[in-house]
C-alpha cells in the first residue's frame, strides 16, 4: 500500500535554530508533493508545492527520490511558524487524490 | 471570493441519529473532498468527486455518504452516527485542470461529537 510517514509528532525548537520536518513516502515514481500548514484555529492551507520550487514563509522542501522524502526545512525558525505540518504526496497514477501523513506539530520556543 | 464554506461548525448528536453536512466552494473547481482528522492520525480521506456526477470512496468510506449536488456543492452524509465518527470534518476543493500542479483548497471545517 502507498504510504506517507512523518515519523514525529511533535517538534521542538528554539527561536533561531534550524528546523526539519521529516516525510518519507513509501512508493517509487514520481508523485506530486505539497506540505500543508495550520495554524492553530485556523484552517488547512496549502504551504509549498515540490513542483513550483517555491520558498514560502522561509521554508524549501527538498525530492528526494533515491531516499523517497520530502523534508521541509527553514533554516531559522521564528515564533510564528509553530503550527501543524502535514506532508501530502498524490496518490500514484491518480493525482485526483491526495493521502495526508499524520502531521508533525512544531513549537517554536523563545 | 469566500473559497470553501462548511457548515455547520459545530455539531452534537446522539448515537443513531442522522446529519448531513454542507460543502459549497465558488472557485469554479471540478474536484471536491471529505476528510476527516484525527489526533494522532492527520487526515484521512472519506470520500472525494473528481468532477460533477462522480463520487468515489476513500481511506474510510464506511458509515458514510455523500453527494455531488451540482459543481458547487458536495455533502456528507452520517446515517446513523456512532461515537467513532467523533472527529473534525473537512471539505477541500481543488482544480486539477493546470494538472498535479495545485493544492487544496480547505474549508474551515466542523467539529463533530457524538454522544
Known amino acids: 500500500a502507498q504510504r506517507v510517514t512523518q515519523p514525529e509528532k511533535l517538534l521542538s525548537v528554539f527561536k533561531g535554530a534550524p528546523v526539519e520536518l521529516k516525510c518519507n513516502y513509501s512508493?517509487?515514481?514520481?508523485?506530486?508533493l505539497f506540505w500543508y500548514v495550520q495554524y492553530s484555529r485556523q484552517r488547512l492551507q496549502l504551504l509549498l508545492r515540490?513542483?513550483s520550487r517555491e520558498s514560502i514563509k522561509g521554508f524549501t522542501a527538498d525530492l528526494n527520490k533515491g531516499e523517497t522524502s520530502f523534508h521541509l526545512k527553514k533554516p531559522f525558525a521564528q515564533e510564528e511558524d509553530s503550527a501543524m505540518y502535514y506532508c501530502?504526496?498524490?496518490?500514484?497514477?491518480?493525482?485526483?487524490?491526495?493521502?495526508f501523513g499524520s502531521g508533525t506539530k512544531l513549537n517554536v520556543k523563545p | 471570493n469566500a473559497g470553501v464554506t462548511q457548515t455547520p461548525k459545530f455539531q452534537v448528536l446522539k448515537t443513531g441519529q442522522s446529519m448531513t453536512l454542507q460543502c459549497a466552494q465558488d472557485?469554479?473547481?471540478?474536484?471536491m473532498y471529505w476528510y476527516r482528522q484525527d489526533p494522532g492520525m492527520g487526515l484521512r480521506l472519506i470520500y472525494y468527486?473528481?468532477?460533477?456526477?462522480?463520487?468515489d470512496k476513500g481511506e474510510v468510506p464506511n458509515g458514510y455518504n455523500v453527494s455531488r449536488l451540482n459543481k458547487r456543492e458536495f455533502s456528507l452524509r452520517l446515517e446513523s452516527a456512532a461515537p467513532s465518527q467523533t472527529s473534525v470534518y473537512f471539505c477541500?476543493?481543488?482544480?486539477?485542470?493546470?494538472?498535479?500542479?495545485?493544492?487544496?483548497?480547505f474549508g474551515s471545517g466542523t467539529r463533530l461529537t457524538v454522544v
Open positions: 477541500a476543493s481543488r482544480d486539477p485542470g493546470g494538472g498535479a500542479n495545485y493544492g487544496y483548497t
Open positions: 468527486s473528481a468532477s460533477e456526477g462522480t463520487t
Open positions: 515540490h513542483i
Open positions: 501530502a504526496p498524490s496518490l500514484l497514477g491518480n493525482f485526483n487524490k491526495f493521502y
Open positions: 512508493y517509487s515514481g514520481s508523485p506530486e
Open positions: 472557485m469554479n473547481h471540478n474536484s
